[in-house]
């Protein structure tokens, strides 16, 4: 969190609540990892920078465990990997069938198939190495299991879409950050 963002915490605490304020300084925590995911991505496809610059709306947290760094950075980084690849960014990204497992274990033991997608889904979301998850465990569970953990992985992908989760309305007038820019998404008078 930003020093800024620190130092007005006491004013907003006795203004608006311990609960708004802690709410607020949390989003504003969720911003500033979405900015830094969309600077990332321009870095490593500067092709398409400019799409990317567009792409806030995409990243919205859609579960609670989002709140934590590392679970809301790896969901950032995947659908800002699909626009520039020109990939729909409807499909349930990995980390929210990360999170769709995680609960659903709490309820009931995973069975090979669904565990070997919790790992596979954990590895591709480049979550952090935890013990049970690393070493030849995945390698394992995909050779017993493969083509039902990619089954499983498809009807996840798709039970947990985002229908509304596209880069639409897209209103660029040319200008990112206060700077003139060469986008494709600026509107034809902006141009």
């Known amino acids: 969190m930003t020093t800024s963002h620190t130092m007005f915490e006491p004013i907003l605490r006795e203004l608006a609540g311990s609960e708004f304020t802690k709410t607020l300084l ?21 092709d398409v920078a400019d799409v990317l610059h567009h792409s806030f709306s995409l990243l919205s947290a859609t579960e609670d465990r989002m ?11 995947e659908l800002l990997e699909r626009v520039a690849t020109g990939v729909s960014t ?15 274990s709490l309820v009931t033991p995973l069975n090979t198939t669904a565990f070997g997608l919790y790992v596979r889904m954990w590895r591709q979301a480049g979550l952090p190495t935890v013990d049970g998850l690393g070493g030849d465990l995945g390698e394992h569970h995909e050779a017993i299991n493969a083509s039902r953990i990619d089954e499983f992985e498809a009807i996840a992908r798709r039970q947990l879409a985002q229908p509304s989760r596209v880069l639409t309305l897209v209103s660029c007038e040319g200008r990112h950050l206060g700077e003139p820019v060469d986008c494709r998404l600026a509107t034809a008078r902006a141009a």
């Open 26 to 46: 949390a989003t504003f925590r969720q911003l500033e990892w979405a900015e830094e995911e969309i600077q990332r991505a321009q870095t490593r496809h500067p």
């Open 67 to 77: 709140s934590t760094e590392f679970v809301y950075r790896a969901h950032a980084r």
């Open 90 to 104: 409807k499909p349930g990204t990995s980390v929210e069938v990360v999170l769709s497992l995680m609960r659903a």
